[in-house]
């Protein structure tokens, strides 16, 4: 499973306002770097998640998750995305970013424009998003890769979902 997506639908408030806004099913993504390891970026910053946390999650009806395989990808590619995710632990999450997202789906903006962010900081599917162009894989030519979320991911023709 290393190089694949993991899709997180959060059952919280700030959850179900990002799904409003993307018009997406899932609202949180991360990378898989091993069968049972993601890397995602959440408020506490970049960091290493096991699997298993969100499978605890998901028994108490907290989430619901499921796995995006990317079409097409070799294994030099997982493996320099995962690297690349890799050493963004430890980075803060860019709140900035996240709020001047909000404000781009709020009032329909063109996302092709740069926001406002900070250059050392992510959100979850910026993280995800710049991991796989990295090595040349892109989701969306269309918007730029600081304001990509998981919606558009999950929408992506490269990607295709599977149910756990």
Known sequence: MT???LFVRHYSWVGKQI???TKGYYNHV????SNDLIIEASFK????????????????GK???????????????IDGACKYAFKQVGTKYDFLQFLSLFF??????????????????????ELVAKSYDSVG??????IDLDVITPADIERSTIVRLIRE
């Not at 998750?65 to 030099?76: L, M, P, R, W």
């Not at 996302?111 to 900070?118: G, L, M, N, S």
């Not at 894989?137 to 269309?142: A, K, L, P, T």
């Open 137 to 142: 894989i892109n989701f969306n030519n269309n």
């Open 104 to 125: 781009f789906m709020l009032f329909h903006l063109n996302r092709k424009v740069e926001p406002i962010d900070c250059r050392y900081a992510f959100i979850c599917s």
């Open 30 to 33: 991360g990378l898989m770097i």
């Open 3 to 5: 190089g694949n997506i």
């Open 45 to 60: 910053g970049v960091k290493i998640t096991k699997l298993e946390t969100y499978k605890y999650l998901a028994k108490k």
């Open 63 to 77: 989430v619901e998750y499921c796995i995006g395989k990317v079409k097409g990808i070799s294994n030099a590619q």
């Open 19 to 21: 799904r409003e806004l």
